[in-house]
C-alpha cells in the first residue's frame, strides 16, 4: 500500500543536542509537509516542499531546518533542542501544494513524539 | 483570512447515541472544508470533505457533515457511535497556501 513512514516513531534527545526525524513516502507525491503538534492543539505548519523549492512558514524558528534530497524523503532537524520543542512531528504529502488548482488532499504519517529531556 | 472554531473541546457520549461535533469557519475566498480524525499517538486520517455540490458529505466510518453557507457551519455527525469512534477530531479550511485546523475536539465513549 501506497503511504507515509516516519521514523522513529518515538524519539528522545537531551537539551541542545542536534536531532533528525525522517518521513519517506511511496505515494510519489510533489509536496512535503512538516507540522509540529503539542499536545491536545491543532498541527501546526512548520514548511513544506514543492519539489526541490522549500516553502518556510514565517513563525518557524530557525532552530528547526529542513532537507529533501530526493522526492520519496524529507528531514527534520532540530538544531538545539529545547524543552518548549517536545512535541509529535507529522510529516504529510499532497499531490500538489494549496492553490495550484486543488484542492488536493493531504496523507499524513503516523508521527514521531519528540521528548526533550 | 480563514479561520476555524470547533465549539467544544470535549464532548463524551454513551455508545451507539448520536453525537454531533461543532465547527464553524470563516473564509473570504472559495470554502474547501475537511473533517480529519486522530486517534491515541497516530497521524492524522481523512474523514470526509466539502469542495462544491451537495451540502451533505458522507464519509467513511459512518460519519456525516453538512456544509451550511449562511451559518458558516460544517458540522460533524454520527447517528450511533461505537468505541473505536474514541479519537481527537479535527475541522480543517484551505486558507491561503496552507490547511487552517480548529483546536480539535476530544470524543470519548462511555460503555
Known amino acids: 500500500d501506497a503511504m507515509v513512514i516516519q521514523n522513529p516513531r518515538y524519539q528522545v534527545t537531551q537539551f541542545g543536542k542536534p536531532v533528525t526525524l525522517s518521513c519517506s513516502q511511496t505515494l510519489n507525491h510533489n509536496v512535503m509537509y512538516w507540522y509540529q503538534q503539542k499536545s491536545s492543539q491543532a498541527p501546526k505548519l512548520l514548511f513544506h516542499?514543492?519539489?526541490?523549492?522549500?516553502?518556510n512558514e514565517a513563525d518557524t524558528p530557525d532552530n528547526f531546518q529542513s532537507r529533501r534530497p530526493n522526492t520519496s524523503f524529507c528531514f527534520l532537524d532540530i538544531r538545539s533542542p529545547g524543552l518548549g520543542d517536545a512535541a509529535m512531528y507529522l510529516c504529510?504529502?499532497?499531490?500538489?501544494?494549496?492553490?495550484?488548482?486543488?484542492?488536493?488532499?493531504?496523507?499524513f504519517g503516523p508521527g514521531t513524539r519528540l521528548t526533550v529531556t | 483570512a480563514q479561520s476555524v472554531t470547533q465549539l467544544d473541546s470535549q464532548v463524551p457520549v454513551f455508545e451507539e447515541a448520536p453525537v454531533e461535533l461543532r465547527c464553524n469557519y470563516s473564509?473570504?475566498?472559495?470554502?474547501?472544508l475537511f473533517w480529519y480524525v486522530q486517534y491515541p499517538n497516530q497521524g492524522l486520517q481523512l474523514l470526509l470533505k466539502?469542495?462544491?455540490?451537495?451540502?451533505l458529505v458522507k464519509g467513511i466510518n459512518g460519519f456525516e457533515a453538512e456544509f451550511n453557507k449562511s451559518q458558516t457551519s460544517f458540522h460533524l455527525r454520527k447517528p450511533s457511535v461505537h468505541i473505536s469512534d474514541t479519537a481527537e477530531y479535527f475541522c480543517a479550511v484551505e486558507g491561503a497556501q496552507k490547511l487552517v485546523f480548529g483546536q480539535g475536539t476530544r470524543l470519548t465513549i462511555n460503555p
Open positions: 473564509s473570504s475566498v472559495s470554502v474547501y
Open positions: 504529510a504529502t499532497s499531490p500538489y501544494p494549496i492553490g495550484a488548482g486543488g484542492p488536493y488532499e493531504q496523507y
Open positions: 466539502y469542495l462544491s455540490g451537495s451540502t
Open positions: 516542499y514543492y519539489d526541490k523549492d522549500f516553502n
